[in-house]
């Protein structure tokens, strides 16, 4: 949908439904709903599909159903994307819609679903064509369902999108959660921001979360397998193909790992943090952030000193990229319907661009010098082992994807030719971005 960059999803679809003879128009990426509706009536489509990674495209989809009711298109829709869940289709999406809306959790259920279209039973049986699609909520999804960051923290989809969920309480007020304000402030090693070019590829390579890859990205679930059966199986015929393609990537320069990454001054006010220029008196951007409406009441600004303390904080901000090159070689392998060398490679240009964050994370411990309580294990590592917590904007802690433009404004990420899309964001979408909190007591949080 409109602003989304991210194209593996609907590729897969693609794959899938051509091979058991549909055929597909592929728009590709960034589809406005004009550009959609104008290729269903040109090709007389039997439904369409949109396919969205963030919350903020499930709220575009949620628009571009309503302008098709105000065109009186009635077409059948399905829905996917990793940010989608079938009680936020169910509960808020199916209600918008006059026409007949599916929800698919993944390409298979999306060819289920348009077999029971073609052969007439979900028109005539909906409530069949939702058992077959996924079944009847998202309670379903284990751990091998989850991918990226919710992989590597153990979070599963809420019911709803977290974006979407209205919020009961005020999450706009001030009243400060219990979070020390008294704690040791590090030394930045330096004021502004510095690129790095020259990321040995091996270092990512080390960082590389394998259950997100292998169960995840590349779908190789455990099911009901023994772990040791499982490992056996993983050792004969994934890892062989993580380590050729590993060494196929550093050999073609397939992957360039690139950073951006600086310190800035900065201070609290109520809900908002205060980035300060190296003199630390003139304000370069502010971010206001939520506010749980009780409980503990957490707000990122509380985890930095206040402008009433007298002292001087320190925030990082960091945004890496895997490379455009990453992007292109994706599609040259989708296009030459090379389909299971393009699953691999653009499920380890992915993880690699996480990989990559939770190295620099790491370095930026160091370069503050509280790396000291650093798991050694790396599993560990990925639940938060280290002191402080690094949050990506759309998080729910951090919700507003706006931010990127502040980001941006900080660490100027041209420089390693990372662009902003108009829905906010980042092209090649092998690329992640964060805010770095130092305080020992900053953990994930939701608002609601």
Not at 35 to 44: R, V
Not at 195 to 205: E, G, T, Y
Not at 228 to 237: I, N, T, W
Request: charged fraction near 25%.
């Amino acid at each position: 949908v409109k602003g989304d960059v991210h194209d593996i999803g609907k590729n897969l679809v693609d794959i899938i439904l051509t091979n058991n003879g549909y055929r597909v128009i592929n728009l590709g990426i960034k589809q406005t709903i004009d550009t959609i509706l104008n290729a269903y009536e040109e090709h007389k489509a039997d439904a369409i599909g949109m396919s969205g990674l963030l919350v903020k495209s499930t709220l575009i989809m949620k628009d571009n159903l309503e302008v098709m009711n105000e065109r009186s298109v009635s077409v059948p829709v399905v829905l996917g994307g990793a940010a989608l869940t079938r009680r936020y289709v169910e509960d808020d999406l199916k209600s918008i819609y006059k026409g007949t809306l599916f929800y698919a959790r993944d390409a298979f259920a999306g060819l289920h679903t348009m077999d029971k279209l073609m052969s007439g039973v979900a028109l005539a049986d909906i409530e069949e064509a939702k058992a077959v699609a996924g079944g009847n909520g998202d309670e379903g999804d284990d751990a091998d369902d989850l991918v990226g960051e919710e992989a590597k923290l153990g979070i599963r989809k809420s019911a709803k999108p977290r974006g979407v969920i209205k919020i009961a309480g005020d999450t706009t007020h001030t009243n400060r959660s219990d979070v020390s304000p008294s704690v040791v402030i590090p030394q930045p090693p330096f004021l502004g921001s510095r690129v790095a070019h020259d990321i040995p590829l091996q270092d990512v390579f080390a960082y590389v979360n394998e259950t997100a890859l292998f169960k995840g990205q590349w779908q190789f679930k455990q099911g009901r397998k023994p772990n040791e059966e499982y490992q056996a199986f993983v050792a004969e015929h994934v890892r062989p193909v993580f380590e050729e393609l590993k060494q196929r990537s550093e050999r073609e320069g397939l992957l360039i790992p690139r950073a951006v990454y600086g310190y800035f001054h900065c201070q609290s006010s109520g809900n908002d943090l205060i980035v300060y220029d190296q003199t630390s008196k003139l304000e370069l951007v502010r971010f206001t952030f939520p506010r749980q409406p009780a409980g503990k009441r957490l707000c990122l600004a509380d985890y930095f000193a206040s402008v009433d303390s007298g002292h001087m904080d320190v925030v990082a901000f960091h945004l890496v990229t895997m490379g455009r090159r990453a992007s292109e070689y994706s599609q040259q392998l989708f296009k030459a319907d090379n389909y299971a060398d393009y699953l691999y490679f653009h499920g380890l240009s992915v993880e690699g661009a996480e990989a990559l964050a939770e190295l620099w994370h790491k370095k930026i411990r160091q370069e503050l010098g509280i790396d000291g309580n650093d798991a050694k294990n790396l599993n560990e590592l990925f639940r938060q082992g280290y002191q402080g917590s690094r949050f990506s904007f759309g998080y729910p802690a951090c919700p507003n994807l706006e931010d990127q433009v502040k980001l941006f404004e900080l660490l100027d990420p041209s420089r390693i030719d990372v662009e902003l899309t108009e829905e906010f964001q980042l092209d090649p979408e092998q690329s992640t971005s964060a805010i770095i909190i130092h305080h020992p007591e900053a953990r994930y949080f939701s608002i609601d």
